[in-house]
C-alpha cells in the first residue's frame, strides 16, 4: 500500500517530472537564488549551445517548468503550485529584471508600501531609473516606470523582498520627496502627506530637508516646507534654510486637483488642499 501510494505521488504531474539537464538547471537556479532566469543564465549553468538553451527553456514552459514573462525572461515555477502554469513571483524582483539596469529603485508608492506607509494594498509596481522603459502588463500585474535624471538617482537603500532576494528602494526620506514631485504616482498629496504621518517617528526632518536641497525642485521644496510646518516638525533652522530655496513662482498643493482656494505666501503655494483638510484626513 505504501509503496504504490509513493509511485501514485511521483507521477501526480509528470509533466513536470525533472531529469538530466533539466534538473540541474532548476537545482543550480534555486542554488543561486534565480527564480528569474534569461537564456545566458541557462548557457552559463548547463554549457548549452543558445540554441539548444532556447529549446531546453521552450520545453520548461511548455510542460510548466518555467513563465515566460516578456522576451528572454523567465520565472521558475515552484512545485508546489502543482498544475499551475502562469507564475509572476515576486513582483519587485520582476520589476528590476524588467528595467534591465542596476541603476534604479522600486519607488512612489511601491517604496510607500515598502515602507509601510499606506493603509490599503497598491495595484501597480512602480520603478525609478534614468532608462526609458515603456509600462507593461504582466500576468495581471501593472509595471510602472518612471524616468529620472542620473544625478538624482540617490536615496536609496536595498531591502529584501524574499529569503535570496533583495531590490533597491528609495529610504523613508526619498519616498516622501518621490511623492511630492509626482503624487500622481502615489494617489496624491493626501496620501504623501498620511504616508509621512504614519512613520514620522522614523522619518529623518534634516536628512529630508537635505535631500529636498540637493534635488533642487521648487514645487518639492515648497510643498514639503508646508507639509512639516502643517505636522509642526520640531526643525525651525531646517525650515528657514529650505524657505530660502523656494521660486519666486507658486505652485498649487496637489498639481492633481483643479487650482484653487487661498494662497499661502510663506511656502508661495496655492492651497487646493488646505491644511485643516490634511490634519482631518491622518487623525481619522
Known sequence: MCTKRRHLDANRNPAKTLRGQGAHLVAALYDRGRSLFRYHDVEAITGLKPASARSLVAGFVRRGLATRLKPGLFSLVPQELGQERDYLGNPYVVARELVGTTDYYVSHAS???????????????????????????????????????????????????????????????????????????CGGFTEVAKGFWIRRDDIDVCKLVDYAVRLDVGAVIQRLGFLLETFE??????????????????????????????????????????????????GS
Open 111 to 185: 517604496a510607500m508600501e515598502t515602507h509601510q506607509m499606506v493603509t490599503q494594498p497598491q495595484l501597480a509596481v512602480f520603478v525609478t531609473s534614468p532608462k526609458a522603459v515603456r509600462p507593461r502588463m504582466v500576468l495581471g500585474t501593472e509595471f510602472r516606470f518612471v524616468r529620472s535624471k542620473p544625478e538624482h538617482m540617490f536615496g536609496t537603500v536595498e531591502h529584501w523582498v524574499t529569503k535570496t532576494e533583495k531590490v533597491r528602494v528609495s529610504d523613508r526620506e526619498r519616498t516622501v520627496l518621490d511623492g511630492l514631485k509626482h503624487s500622481e504616482h
Open 233 to 282: 516638525a520640531q526643525e525651525p533652522k531646517r525650515l528657514e534654510w529650505l524657505r530660502q530655496k523656494i521660486p519666486a513662482s507658486y505652485a498649487p498643493v496637489d498639481p492633481l486637483l483643479p487650482a484653487g482656494g487661498a494662497t499661502n505666501t510663506r511656502w508661495r503655494l496655492h492651497l487646493n488642499v488646505e491644511p485643516e483638510e490634511i490634519l482631518s484626513i491622518v
